[in-house]
């Protein structure tokens, strides 16, 4: 991943107080195919299945990819705290103290990595004064890699190390192609859908679906359900470095670390930006979050 060339877009002092370079970069996305190597040895053999306090699923790959990246990211940058979903969230007294800090979701997915549909990925974002600044997304079955980095761009990584300059697409699709979840879907997403009108809608699972607006393969997320910040916050870099925005219902960008739930509000990804997204939700008191 090369800098851009327009050095005027590129905040120096960001980069420098981030420690954000080319070295870290591509460091980030060994530590992120690390991790992956470790979630597909376990999802290879008979693998046991918990349950968290909130019900979700737990297995040894999600503990696996946690310990490898929180390693990783302590020898890389050991003054820089660490949020994983897979270790206990500090009070915010603490860390609404923290300028910049690791976000991570060691294997975002699970119930995609339990159906053994390969939906699943290893999510590493540097967030900087609540702004996801570095995101790294790994595929781990398809050995790919999405990259998004402030002053850097966006890209795909295939697994020889090969890079493509990724970017949303200019204009929508029609039909439009709109992209979910595959495990979580309610009244409010398909009211919004019925107001949208004529579209294609593919599920998919984990932050694969930002990546797949980042490079351009579909127009639209609305997420009208519960996610948490560890979820979104690398796939959001790719996304706002290839172009596109990710932003809450009231049009502001998705801000990370402002309060001490780990929830996000509502949120809708948007590629193609030639059409006003927004203004097709039906009655917003009617969206509970």
């Known amino acids: ?10 905040d120096k002092s960001l ?9 870290l970069i591509d460091s980030i996305v060994v530590l992120a195919e690390k991790a992956g190597q470790a979630i597909l040895e376990v999802y290879s053999s008979e693998f046991e299945v918990q349950s968290k306090a909130d019900q979700s699923p737990l297995t040894q790959a999600d503990l696996a990819a946690h310990l490898c990246i929180v390693a990783g990211l302590e020898a890389l940058t050991p003054d820089l705290p660490i949020i994983s979903e897979e ?12 300028q910049r800090y690791w976000l991570v979701d060691p294997l975002d997915g699970t119930k995609e990595f339990v159906n053994r549909n390969g939906e699943f990925t290893v999510n590493i974002a540097l967030i900087d004064q609540g702004n996801p600044v570095l995101g790294v997304v790994h595929v781990p079955v398809q050995n790919t890699t999405y990259v998004g980095c402030e002053g850097f ?18 204009s929508s699709s029609q039909p439009v192609r ?6 979580h879907r309610g009244a409010s997403l398909d009211a919004y859908l019925k107001e949208l009108g004529e579209c294609d809608m593919i599920p998919m699972g984990s932050s694969l679906k930002f990546c797949v607006i ?19 916050a690398a796939a959001q870099a790719v996304v706002e470095q290839a172009g596109g925005r990710v932003v809450t219902l009231d049009g502001k960008a998705m801000k990370y670390n402002t309060k001490s739930e780990i929830l996000n509000p509502y949120f809708f990804v948007i590629g193609a930006a030639d059409k006003d997204w927004l203004a097709l939700l039906p009655d917003r008191s009617s969206i509970s979050e």
């Open 214 to 232: 980042a490079e351009g393969g579909a127009d639209l997320y609305p997420r009208l359900g519960l996610t948490s910040e560890w979820d979104t």
């Open 153 to 170: 761009g966006a890209e795909r990584r295939d697994s020889d190390g090969n890079a493509v300059t990724i970017h949303v697409s200019s």
């Open 15 to 23: 980069i420098d107080e981030s420690l954000i370079d080319e070295s």
């Open 1 to 10: 991943m090369k800098p851009l060339n327009d050095e005027s877009l590129i």
């Open 87 to 98: 270790a206990g969230l500090p009070d915010f007294a603490e860390r609404s103290r923290w």
């Open 178 to 183: 709109v992209v979910g979840s595959r495990s």
